[in-house]
T-cell receptor, first 112, second 115 residues
Framework: AQSVAQPEDQVNVAEGNPLTVKCTYS??????LFWYVQYPNRGLQFLLK??????LVKGSYGFEAEFNKSQTSFHLKKPSALVSDSALYFC??????????FGAGTRLAVHP | NAGVMQNPRHLVRRRGQEARLRCSPM?????VYWYRQLPEEGLKFMVY????????ESGMPKERFSAEFPKEGPSILRIQQVVRGDSAAYFC?????????????FGPGTRLTVT
Protein backbone atom coordinates (compact mmCIF):
# COMPACT_ATOMS: atom_id res chain seq x y z
CA ALA A 1 0.00 0.00 0.00
CA GLN A 2 1.15 3.54 -0.70
CA SER A 3 1.65 5.78 2.29
CA VAL A 4 3.48 8.81 3.63
CA ALA A 5 4.63 9.31 7.19
CA GLN A 6 5.70 12.50 8.88
CA PRO A 7 6.99 11.33 12.25
CA GLU A 8 7.05 14.73 13.94
CA ASP A 9 3.89 16.64 14.78
CA GLN A 10 5.92 19.77 15.48
CA VAL A 11 9.44 21.01 14.87
CA ASN A 12 10.84 23.96 16.80
CA VAL A 13 13.80 25.89 15.44
CA ALA A 14 15.52 29.14 16.32
CA GLU A 15 15.66 31.74 13.60
CA GLY A 16 18.87 31.48 11.62
CA ASN A 17 19.39 27.80 12.43
CA PRO A 18 19.04 25.04 9.85
CA LEU A 19 15.76 23.16 9.79
CA THR A 20 14.74 19.66 8.76
CA VAL A 21 11.21 18.33 8.40
CA LYS A 22 11.14 14.56 8.01
CA CYS A 23 9.14 12.45 5.58
CA THR A 24 9.23 8.76 4.75
CA TYR A 25 7.20 6.97 2.13
CA SER A 26 6.12 3.55 1.01
CA UNK A 27 5.38 2.76 -2.64
CA UNK A 28 5.98 0.06 -5.19
CA UNK A 29 7.70 1.48 -8.21
CA UNK A 30 9.25 4.90 -8.68
CA UNK A 31 8.05 7.54 -6.25
CA UNK A 32 6.90 11.00 -7.26
CA LEU A 33 7.21 13.11 -4.12
CA PHE A 34 6.09 16.62 -3.25
CA TRP A 35 6.31 19.15 -0.44
CA TYR A 36 3.57 21.70 0.21
CA VAL A 37 3.22 24.43 2.81
CA GLN A 38 -0.03 25.66 4.34
CA TYR A 39 -0.40 28.98 6.12
CA PRO A 40 -3.38 29.55 8.45
CA ASN A 41 -6.73 29.59 6.65
CA ARG A 42 -5.04 29.29 3.28
CA GLY A 43 -4.69 26.65 0.61
CA LEU A 44 -1.57 24.62 0.03
CA GLN A 45 1.38 26.14 -1.79
CA PHE A 46 3.71 23.94 -3.81
CA LEU A 47 7.33 24.04 -2.65
CA LEU A 48 9.18 21.38 -4.63
CA LYS A 49 9.02 17.92 -6.13
CA UNK A 50 11.17 14.89 -6.86
CA UNK A 51 10.48 13.00 -10.05
CA UNK A 52 13.83 11.64 -11.11
CA UNK A 53 17.44 12.72 -11.35
CA UNK A 54 19.45 14.52 -8.67
CA UNK A 55 18.68 13.43 -5.14
CA LEU A 56 18.87 17.03 -3.91
CA VAL A 57 15.93 19.06 -5.16
CA LYS A 58 15.77 22.82 -4.83
CA GLY A 59 12.49 24.64 -4.48
CA SER A 60 10.80 27.88 -3.53
CA TYR A 61 11.76 30.24 -0.67
CA GLY A 62 15.19 28.64 -0.18
CA PHE A 63 13.85 25.19 0.63
CA GLU A 64 15.40 22.00 -0.64
CA ALA A 65 14.73 18.32 -0.12
CA GLU A 66 16.91 15.26 -0.14
CA PHE A 67 15.61 12.07 -1.70
CA ASN A 68 17.08 8.87 -0.27
CA LYS A 69 15.89 5.72 -1.98
CA SER A 70 17.51 3.25 0.40
CA GLN A 71 15.92 4.93 3.42
CA THR A 72 12.69 5.74 1.54
CA SER A 73 12.92 9.29 2.81
CA PHE A 74 12.35 12.75 1.39
CA HIS A 75 13.32 15.23 4.09
CA LEU A 76 12.71 18.95 3.66
CA LYS A 77 15.57 21.26 4.60
CA LYS A 78 16.53 24.90 4.76
CA PRO A 79 19.98 26.19 5.76
CA SER A 80 18.72 29.20 7.72
CA ALA A 81 15.17 29.37 9.09
CA LEU A 82 13.05 32.51 9.11
CA VAL A 83 10.20 33.35 11.47
CA SER A 84 8.01 33.66 8.37
CA ASP A 85 8.67 29.97 7.60
CA SER A 86 6.39 29.06 10.51
CA ALA A 87 3.55 27.07 8.95
CA LEU A 88 2.18 23.57 8.42
CA TYR A 89 4.22 21.43 6.03
CA PHE A 90 2.89 18.45 4.13
CA CYS A 91 4.79 15.74 2.32
CA UNK A 92 2.85 13.99 -0.44
CA UNK A 93 3.19 11.02 -2.77
CA UNK A 94 1.57 10.76 -6.17
CA UNK A 95 -0.62 7.68 -6.11
CA UNK A 96 -2.77 5.93 -8.67
CA UNK A 97 -4.68 8.24 -11.05
CA UNK A 98 -2.49 11.10 -9.87
CA UNK A 99 -4.17 11.55 -6.53
CA UNK A 100 -1.88 12.91 -3.85
CA UNK A 101 -1.43 10.89 -0.69
CA PHE A 102 -0.54 13.25 2.11
CA GLY A 103 1.27 12.82 5.36
CA ALA A 104 -0.40 14.10 8.51
CA GLY A 105 1.60 17.31 8.41
CA THR A 106 4.33 18.83 10.55
CA ARG A 107 3.92 22.18 12.22
CA LEU A 108 7.11 24.21 11.99
CA ALA A 109 7.62 26.91 14.61
CA VAL A 110 10.57 29.25 14.11
CA HIS A 111 11.36 31.33 17.17
CA PRO A 112 13.08 34.73 17.04
CA ASN B 1 -2.67 34.36 -14.26
CA ALA B 2 -5.48 33.68 -11.82
CA GLY B 3 -5.01 30.70 -9.58
CA VAL B 4 -7.53 28.09 -8.58
CA MET B 5 -10.69 29.76 -7.35
CA GLN B 6 -13.14 28.34 -4.89
CA ASN B 7 -16.40 29.72 -3.60
CA PRO B 8 -17.81 30.25 -1.20
CA ARG B 9 -14.86 30.56 1.17
CA HIS B 10 -17.08 29.87 4.16
CA LEU B 11 -20.38 28.02 4.17
CA VAL B 12 -22.69 27.35 7.09
CA ARG B 13 -25.42 24.77 6.74
CA ARG B 14 -27.89 23.24 9.16
CA ARG B 15 -28.06 19.49 9.45
CA GLY B 16 -30.09 18.04 6.59
CA GLN B 17 -29.42 20.89 4.13
CA GLU B 18 -27.45 20.67 0.94
CA ALA B 19 -23.99 22.15 0.40
CA ARG B 20 -22.63 23.10 -3.02
CA LEU B 21 -18.95 23.91 -3.35
CA ARG B 22 -17.54 25.39 -6.54
CA CYS B 23 -14.09 25.25 -8.05
CA SER B 24 -12.68 26.97 -11.12
CA PRO B 25 -9.31 25.51 -12.12
CA MET B 26 -6.33 27.50 -13.31
CA UNK B 27 -6.50 28.65 -16.88
CA UNK B 28 -5.42 25.86 -19.18
CA UNK B 29 -5.93 23.13 -16.57
CA UNK B 30 -8.48 20.45 -17.34
CA UNK B 31 -7.78 18.10 -14.42
CA VAL B 32 -9.50 18.79 -11.11
CA TYR B 33 -9.09 17.08 -7.75
CA TRP B 34 -11.06 17.48 -4.53
CA TYR B 35 -9.59 16.89 -1.08
CA ARG B 36 -11.03 17.13 2.41
CA GLN B 37 -9.16 18.30 5.48
CA LEU B 38 -10.67 17.50 8.86
CA PRO B 39 -9.55 19.62 11.81
CA GLU B 40 -5.93 18.91 12.79
CA GLU B 41 -5.58 16.29 10.07
CA GLY B 42 -3.93 16.00 6.68
CA LEU B 43 -5.73 16.17 3.38
CA LYS B 44 -7.60 13.14 2.10
CA PHE B 45 -8.29 12.60 -1.57
CA MET B 46 -11.93 12.49 -2.57
CA VAL B 47 -12.33 12.58 -6.35
CA TYR B 48 -10.48 13.29 -9.61
CA UNK B 49 -12.34 14.67 -12.60
CA UNK B 50 -11.70 15.78 -16.14
CA UNK B 51 -14.21 17.68 -18.20
CA UNK B 52 -17.45 15.67 -18.18
CA UNK B 53 -15.73 12.61 -16.70
CA UNK B 54 -15.11 11.20 -13.25
CA UNK B 55 -11.76 9.44 -13.41
CA UNK B 56 -11.34 8.29 -9.81
CA GLU B 57 -13.88 8.61 -7.01
CA SER B 58 -12.30 6.11 -4.66
CA GLY B 59 -12.16 8.65 -1.83
CA MET B 60 -15.77 9.76 -2.00
CA PRO B 61 -18.20 8.59 0.68
CA LYS B 62 -20.68 6.19 -0.86
CA GLU B 63 -23.73 8.24 0.03
CA ARG B 64 -24.70 11.90 -0.07
CA PHE B 65 -21.56 13.08 -1.91
CA SER B 66 -21.31 13.72 -5.63
CA ALA B 67 -19.04 15.70 -7.95
CA GLU B 68 -19.17 16.95 -11.49
CA PHE B 69 -17.02 18.94 -13.89
CA PRO B 70 -19.24 20.00 -16.78
CA LYS B 71 -18.09 21.05 -20.23
CA GLU B 72 -18.78 24.66 -19.31
CA GLY B 73 -18.46 26.16 -15.85
CA PRO B 74 -16.81 25.20 -12.59
CA SER B 75 -16.48 21.85 -10.93
CA ILE B 76 -19.11 21.27 -8.25
CA LEU B 77 -18.84 19.16 -5.11
CA ARG B 78 -22.30 18.50 -3.75
CA ILE B 79 -23.11 17.20 -0.30
CA GLN B 80 -26.71 16.29 0.36
CA GLN B 81 -28.31 16.11 3.80
CA VAL B 82 -25.22 17.36 5.58
CA VAL B 83 -24.29 16.04 9.02
CA ARG B 84 -21.98 17.51 11.65
CA GLY B 85 -19.21 15.12 10.60
CA ASP B 86 -19.10 16.84 7.20
CA SER B 87 -17.68 19.97 8.83
CA ALA B 88 -14.24 20.37 7.27
CA ALA B 89 -12.19 22.37 4.82
CA TYR B 90 -12.67 21.24 1.24
CA PHE B 91 -9.86 21.99 -1.16
CA CYS B 92 -9.86 21.87 -4.90
CA UNK B 93 -6.68 21.47 -6.94
CA UNK B 94 -5.93 21.47 -10.64
CA UNK B 95 -3.12 20.33 -12.89
CA UNK B 96 -2.33 20.81 -16.57
CA UNK B 97 -1.94 17.12 -17.33
CA UNK B 98 -3.21 13.88 -15.91
CA UNK B 99 0.15 12.45 -14.96
CA UNK B 100 1.65 12.12 -11.52
CA UNK B 101 4.77 14.11 -12.33
CA UNK B 102 2.79 17.35 -12.45
CA UNK B 103 2.26 19.28 -9.27
CA UNK B 104 -1.25 20.23 -8.32
CA UNK B 105 -2.21 23.83 -7.61
CA PHE B 106 -4.60 24.35 -4.75
CA GLY B 107 -7.38 26.81 -4.18
CA PRO B 108 -7.95 28.61 -0.87
CA GLY B 109 -10.56 26.10 0.23
CA THR B 110 -14.17 26.19 1.36
CA ARG B 111 -14.70 25.84 5.08
CA LEU B 112 -17.98 24.08 5.69
CA THR B 113 -19.58 24.30 9.11
CA VAL B 114 -22.64 22.19 9.84
CA THR B 115 -24.72 23.36 12.79
Amino acid sequence: AQSVAQPEDQVNVAEGNPLTVKCTYSVSGNPYLFWYVQYPNRGLQFLLKYITGDNLVKGSYGFEAEFNKSQTSFHLKKPSALVSDSALYFCALSGGYNKLIFGAGTRLAVHP
Amino acid sequence: NAGVMQNPRHLVRRRGQEARLRCSPMKGHSHVYWYRQLPEEGLKFMVYLQKENIIDESGMPKERFSAEFPKEGPSILRIQQVVRGDSAAYFCASSPRGQGIYEQYFGPGTRLTVT
